[in-house]
């Protein structure tokens, strides 16, 4: 175990390492755990005096939250449909979840792209988010996951006057808490590193998320590693600051998903 957490760990302080190295000790050659000098003047060349870092910082964030939003809501309500109502073509409609693993998603590009472009979504936050509003992972999680929740909490409440909305909103959501934050937190970290698509539909600087970003810096400073390092630890520290700060949901869902299965 300690062997896989070192494995994990070497590659970003390999990366912050050479982000803090002045380009003099990197020129020499050599391998160093530890540098022998240390300067942060990239560090505050990109957080003081490079704004358009915060911007793009700002623009993953607000695609990644709104497309995880939308993401449980549309998800959980198909997955509610599919295991607490019943209705016409219903198996059908699973069938087809469920075989939409099997297609490639770069199979989806030229047809999701020419949607985007007819409606005049191009080069805005829209053109990223709705494509991806509700995915056959998520649905299928879930399904998983409502199918284990009692039908008598649905029974009771429905005796006690509940609406299905209110069943839905009231019941299951809350019971699926667990699964909704793991779920949560796997978009969100899946949006915040979305490279390709992005870089197809928006073509305006300022627009940017930070993956392109990173890119757009690595290619000005082709010739400066630890400028690179640089960007690429700023691009990550949101999503260590997120895992550490719902890592004990996540950990409590996955043991919580091992005892039910």
């Known amino acids: 175990m300690y062997g896989i957490a070192i494995a994990f760990f070497v590659p970003y302080w390999r990366m912050f390492q050479l982000s803090v190295t002045p380009m003099s000790v990197i020129a020499e050659g050599g391998f160093h755990w530890i540098p022998p000098e240390v300067t942060f003047a990239v560090w505050q060349r990109y957080l003081f005096e490079e704004p358009i870092i915060y911007q793009w910082t700002f623009n993953t964030f607000m695609i990644a939250t709104i497309t995880t939003l939308i993401v449980l809501v549309v998800d959980s309500m198909i997955a509610f449909s599919l295991t607490r109502l019943k209705w016409p073509g219903q198996s059908a409609v699973l069938g087809i979840i469920m075989a939409s693993f099997m297609i490639p998603g770069y199979v989806n590009i030229i047809p999701l792209y020419t949607l985007v472009n007819n409606l005049g979504l191009m080069n805005s936050y829209w053109a990223i988010i709705l494509p991806f509003a509700a995915g056959p992972l998520g649905v299928f999680l879930l399904i998983q996951f409502f199918r284990d929740i ?93 895992f550490l700060l719902f890592q004990d ?3 409590s869902s996955v043991q919580m998903q091992a005892g039910t299965g």
């Not at 006690?160 to 937190?185: E, K, N, Q, W």
């Open 150 to 242: 009692p039908e008598e909490l649905e029974e009771a409440a429905r005796l006690d006057g509940f609406s299905t909305l209110r069943i839905y909103s009231r019941i299951i959501l809350p019971l699926s808490t667990p699964i909704l934050t793991a779920l949560g937190l796997f978009v969100f970290i899946w949006s915040w590193n979305q490279f390709l698509w992005p870089l197809i539909v928006l073509n305006d600087d300022a627009l940017y998320t930070l993956p392109i970003g990173v890119v757009t810096l690595r290619d000005v400073n082709a010739l400066a590693p630890n400028v690179i390092m640089t960007s690429l630890a700023l691009a990550s520290l949101p999503l260590f600051i997120v």
């Open 249 to 251: 949901k996540l950990i």
